[in-house]
């Protein structure tokens, strides 16, 4: 290994300084280059501790409890910025450690854009992006981080450099591993380079929000919303025990300036029958759709998890939701609720726990964004079923044979 890789960060962040479940790291990597990120993963295997891919951490698990005591963090800030656009294919391609706001604004510029708009957006890496499947409330429009990456570049847990899809607008050839490493959130691999699929710049958009004090009206405001304007780009409500029995409706759209005049005067239609009067105005709106963007991701929680319901039970499912959580967001058109602990009290996290078990005997899906500190807890958390368990056993050890990176990510897995 190259002395540039080996040598930790001298001013590592304070991100990249924190430990990982109450455990101190070994050191902080920071390599320049695939090669060394190589390097760097194959070291850690044959000492036998874990590597902890980590770029500005905005939606990292932070209580996660390395098996062996033993890990490193691998910073990807030194691997590039380099953004490069092909606007007449539609094409962006980016370093993995391109802060999301950058390349945005570089392709707005040649008229383009991606169509996602994650949490913290000017502080998150491209990579991080990726790894998170940090779609925002765009998922509503536009599905998926994944379904935006058309080619990427990575370093497994073999050490190994490899490529995944292509550089065209159109690939139809073999399995789309874009899909399979996006939301992986490190356990795959070391995300290096993406290429994104991009559409053009909206005319115009908007944000509105609307407080509404009871939360069974807004609840139902908010489905009435979604189903007599299904063109909307999202449609969310936010709460929390914060504000008790009470709600934020938030929604947006893009277009022309006619198309969105028409969609206020029918948004505000559909929420007067409810008997909402006002929205609120933009730089309000654009502050709750952030605050909405991080609880989807489950940013700055104790303890958070997201579940996917069908969409016919999205109504009942989030009443259900809001009665257990400090903190709540509902994405209604594609039935994906997430909830958090904003404490890192035991009492909130059991109810999480709780929350997660009923909703699997119900059929439904759910995810761990932020685990509970509490390593009794953690055990209280529902088993996978021993198919999903051995697929996801069968990835990593495809991609991460020996286990050496994001340990103790896919615990509940083993």
């Known amino acids: 290994m190259t002395a540039q890789a080996t040598e930790p960060l001298t001013e590592p962040s304070s991100t990249a300084a924190s430990c990982l479940g109450g455990v101190q790291p070994k050191a902080t990597y920071a390599p320049a280059t695939e090669q060394e990120c190589a390097e760097i993963i194959l070291e850690a295997q044959s000492a036998g501790y874990g590597v902890v891919p980590v770029g500005a951490s905005t939606c990292m698990d ?26 007449s294919d539609s094409l962006v391609t980016c370093s993995a450690a391109a802060p999301f ?16 708009d994650p949490p913290y957006a000017a502080e998150a890496t491209v ?38 899809g292509a550089r065209v607008v159109k690939n139809a050839a073999g399995y789309d591993l874009c899909r399979l490493v996006a939301g992986s959130r490190g356990a795959l691999g070391v995300i290096t380079e993406v290429t994104f699929r991009t559409n053009p710049v909206r005319q115009k958009t908007l944000e509105h929000a609307a407080d509404v004090p009871d939360l069974t009206q ?4 908010a489905w009435a919303l979604h189903e007599e304007l299904p063109r909307l780009d999202y449609v969310a409500v936010l709460g929390g025990q914060d504000q008790p029995n009470s709600c934020t409706i938030l ?27 006002a929205s609120a105005s933009d730089p ?25 319901v069908p969409r016919a039970s999205g109504l009942a499912a989030a009443t259900y939701v809001a009665a257990r959580s400090e903190r709540w967001v509902w994405l209604v058109p594609c039935g994906i609720l997430a909830a958090g602990a904003l404490s890192r009290s035991d009492t909130a996290a059991s109810r999480l726990v709780e929350m997660c078990g009923l909703v699997l005997e119900r059929s439904h899906q759910c995810v761990w964004l932020r685990k509970p500190l509490d ?8 088993a996978l079923s021993p198919s999903v368990r ?18 103790g990510l896919l615990d509940g897995a083993q």
């Open 284 to 308: 309000e709106a654009a502050s709750a759709a952030e605050d909405a963007r991080r609880c989807l991701h489950g940013c700055g929680m104790g303890s958070a998890i997201r579940l996917s």
């Open 390 to 407: 051995r697929l996801i056993q069968g990835l990593k050890s495809v991609f991460d044979p020996v286990g050496v990176l994001s340990p």
């Open 127 to 164: 990579g991080g992006v990726v790894a998170a499947n940090a779609y925002g409330l765009l998922r509503c429009s536009s599905g998926p981080v994944g379904d935006l990456v058309v080619a990427m570049r990575m370093v497994t847990g073999a050490g190994e450099v490899i490529k995944a």
């Open 62 to 87: 932070m209580n996660l409890s390395p098996r062996g005591s033993a890990y490193a963090w691998l910073h990807t800030g030194r691997l590039g910025h380099d953004v490069q656009i092909a606007a």
């Open 375 to 382: 390593p009794g807890l953690a055990r209280r958390l529902p």
């Open 218 to 221: 807004g609840l139902s405001a």
């Open 101 to 116: 706001a950058t390349v945005q604004g570089l392709l707005r510029q040649a008229n383009q854009r991606i169509a996602a």
């Open 251 to 277: 929604y947006g759209a893009s277009g022309s300036a006619q198309y969105l005049g028409s969609v206020e005067i029918q948004a505000s239609a559909v929420l007067g029958r409810h008997g909402i009067m």
